[in-house]
């Protein structure tokens, strides 16, 4: 069988799983705070570099979109392209008319003042092929050819349509394939012109990483209002992510602003904020690798981790001196205890280990149950002392009663020589009476043990009756009847007689002939009746209401006064209540034609065990 460890062990074995899952708990929860404190200040950050580089962008499109505005509600532009529609082969207007093309254009050179790093080109285009434009060079023959395949005027056609923001593609009245964000308005009703702003992609794309560079922790994307991408390096966004976002914006359902953890599944998870412009609807993303997004977390979680290491060691180091001190005094006095005998209690030695301590101004544990231990040796001596002295007075009663053998022994001798001399002399009733009493004596001092059974008691209590019915003659009728069964069971010796004695004492003392009593042993409801009754005087009413009151009130005592039967009615119930318990009553009450009866009740009760002690 395995052995538990000793005490030390197990108390630092408790406290060190104590002090680790304390210490665990506190570290895990400073770091997640920490950790949710440093999400929450990462996300703000962003959200404000987001909004900034949203609204800078915003205010762009928006500003060009007013100068888009200026050029269509310019009375020279608007005039010249509304009667271009009446001029013959409008499509070489300007080729024509040298003079009025310089006009327009010093004209939007004065509203906007191109900018080669901020616009790539400014035109006005007419929906029969007029061209006029400021800006990168263009070929007109090829203007004329491409004006026609372009979707844009009948994309403005749309009541509800008055500009747009055409997103990137590449300048189509240029041969170099410069990738430009058109801002286009509408000039008249059907239309029969527009207004072409063209922004280099160059320019956005400077502009975001020049306030943030783009690596391969970050990565900026920019998504118009119908899905399609404005601005997409490509690097940490994974594609189902941005395949599911651009769904979301064409079909108008993108979240205006907001994040998210997008990846997993064997693909880098990233953290993606998103935000929605206000005038042009873009959708600008920012997407942070979680490597990147927790590498200042990472250094503290290694801080945290040395940190309660080395506390959790500390503590258990002090744990081990510290119970190494406290079970010093135990240890002592365990050694003392295994060197202490039943001889050696009184020694010095014992006394000695309280020598300097004052128990009534002192808290310590093991101080009192040093104190403990040496009243215990003191009981020990003391209860050494007592069994000294009850095995002398064993000895001493069982000599007695081995003396006192003696004397019923020269009774039952007698008592068998007047039987013998009575017969001789031819007198038979001397023998009987003689013989009976001899049988009543030796039931009462032999016939082994303190109990007997049922039929041995009722057989006792039948010779006391035919000795008082020698005196009585024929004044005394008795019955004594026993249910089968009933025999078996064992109670104390002489319980029946002192009830009996107290219908000739008590109950027969004032009342006429004939005296009649009766015993009865009956079961009824698996529980043992034992009936004495007798046709006297009965029981005094004062006497069965202190009975009945006494019982009431302490059911596990006798009454302190039995009534109308002395000492022997209250030993009788003593006995019979330590040898039962609860499972014995006595009823006292009177008959219904007079008379007492006294009911004994054993209820439930095994009928071989009696006291603890079965019979065999």
């Known amino acids: 069988m395995r052995r538990g460890g000793s005490l030390q062990t197990r108390l630092i074995v408790v406290y060190s799983l104590i002090i680790i899952l304390i210490v665990t708990a506190s570290f895990s929860f400073f770091y997640l705070f920490q950790r949710a404190k440093h999400e929450s200040w990462m996300l703000d950050a962003h959200r404000r570099?987001?909004?900034?580089?949203?609204?800078?962008?915003?205010?762009?499109?928006?500003?060009?979109?007013?100068?888009?505005?200026?050029?269509?509600y310019n009375d020279e532009i608007e005039n010249t392209?509304?009667?271009?529609?009446?001029?013959?082969?409008?499509?070489?207007?300007f080729e024509r008319h040298r003079d009025q093309a310089e006009r327009l254009k010093r004209e939007i050179n004065n509203i906007i003042g191109v900018d080669t790093m901020t616009f790539n080109r400014v035109s006005v285009i007419s929906k029969t092929g007029a061209f006029i434009g400021v800006g990168a060079y263009y070929e007109n023959q090829q203007v004329r050819e491409r004006i026609r395949t372009l979707p844009w005027f009948e994309h403005l056609r749309d009541p509800n349509v008055y500009s747009d923001i055409w997103p990137v593609h590449e300048d189509p009245w240029g041969d170099h394939g410069q990738r430009v964000i058109s801002v286009i308005r509408e000039i008249g009703t059907d239309p029969y012109a527009i207004v072409?702003?063209?922004?280099?992609?160059?320019?956005?794309?400077?502009?975001?990483?020049?306030?943030?560079?783009?690596?391969?922790?970050?990565?900026?994307?920019?998504?118009?209002?119908?899905?399609?991408?404005?601005y997409a390096p490509g690097g940490?966004?994974?594609?189902?992510?941005?395949?599911?976002?651009?769904?979301?914006?064409?079909?108008?359902?993108?979240?205006?602003?907001?994040?998210?953890?997008?990846?997993?599944?064997?693909?880098?998870?990233?953290?993606?904020?998103y935000n929605t412009a206000m005038y042009s609807g873009w959708h600008f993303l920012l997407v942070q690798t979680e490597a990147s997004f927790w590498a200042n977390v990472e250094p503290m979680k290694q801080v945290f981790l040395t940190l309660a290491l080395l506390l959790v060691v500390l503590s258990v180091v002090h744990v081990y001196v510290f119970s190494?001190?406290?079970?010093?005094?135990?240890?002592?006095?365990?050694?003392?205890?295994?060197?202490v005998t039943l001889d050696s209690i009184q020694k010095d030695e014992v006394y000695r280990l309280l020598q300097g301590y004052t128990m009534t101004k002192t808290h310590d544990e093991v101080h009192h149950l040093y104190y403990s231990f040496r009243k215990m040796l003191a009981r020990l001596e003391e209860s050494k002392t007592q069994v000294v002295e009850a095995n002398a007075r064993e000895i001493k009663a069982h000599y007695a009663a081995l003396q006192a053998q003696i004397n019923p022994h020269f009774l039952h001798n007698t008592l068998s020589l007047i039987g013998v001399i009575g017969y001789q002399s031819g007198n038979g009733s001397v023998m009987n009476l003689t013989s009976?009493?001899?049988?009543?004596?030796?039931?009462?001092?032999?016939?082994?043990?303190?109990?007997?059974?049922?039929?041995?008691?009722?057989?006792?209590?039948?010779?006391?009756?035919?000795?008082?019915?020698?005196?009585?003659?024929?004044?005394?009728?008795?019955?004594?009847?026993?249910?089968?069964?009933?025999?078996?069971?064992?109670?104390?010796?002489?319980?029946?007689?002192?009830?009996?004695?107290?219908?000739?004492?008590?109950?027969?003392?004032?009342?006429?002939?004939?005296?009649?009593?009766?015993?009865r042993a009956y079961y009824a409801d698996r529980d043992l009746f034992l009936e004495i009754e007798d046709n006297g005087v009965g029981f005094s009413a004062s006497a069965l209401e202190q009975w009945q009151a006494a019982l009431l009130f302490d059911e596990d005592r006798p009454p302190l006064d039995s009534p109308d039967g002395g000492a022997g009615l209250r030993n009788t119930w003593n006995r019979l209540r330590m040898a039962y318990g609860m499972q014995f009553h006595c009823v006292l009450e009177n008959g219904a034609s007079g008379g007492a009866r006294v009911r004994l009740i054993f209820r439930q009760v095994n009928l071989n065990q009696i006291g603890g002690d079965t019979v065999a």
């Open 49 to 72: 570099e987001m909004n900034s580089m949203s609204q800078n962008i915003d205010s762009m499109l928006y500003s060009v979109d007013r100068l888009a505005m200026q050029l269509k």
């Open 81 to 93: 392209f509304y009667y271009l529609r009446f001029e013959p082969e409008p499509e070489l207007y």
């Open 196 to 230: 072409e702003i063209q922004i280099p992609y160059s320019y956005i794309e400077r502009k975001i990483t020049t306030i943030w560079p783009t690596d391969g922790a970050f990565q900026w994307v920019i998504v118009d209002k119908t899905g399609s991408l404005v």
């Open 236 to 273: 940490a966004l994974p594609e189902e992510a941005l395949g599911q976002f651009l769904s979301l914006s064409a079909e108008g359902q993108a979240p205006r602003s907001g994040h998210t953890w997008i990846g997993g599944d064997g693909v880098p998870r990233a953290i993606m904020l």
């Open 324 to 339: 190494k001190k406290l079970l010093r005094p135990l240890r002592h006095l365990r050694d003392t205890m295994n060197e």
């Open 436 to 519: 009976m009493l001899a049988d009543m004596f030796r039931y009462a001092t032999y016939s082994g043990g303190e109990q007997a059974q049922l039929k041995d008691e009722l057989e006792h209590n039948r010779n006391y009756l035919e000795i008082m019915k020698i005196r009585y003659e024929t004044h005394l009728q008795y019955s004594i009847e026993a249910e089968p069964g009933t025999e078996t069971l064992r109670l104390p010796k002489i319980t029946l007689q002192p009830f009996i004695e107290n219908c000739f004492k008590h109950g027969f003392q004032h009342n006429c002939y004939p005296f009649i009593v009766r015993i």
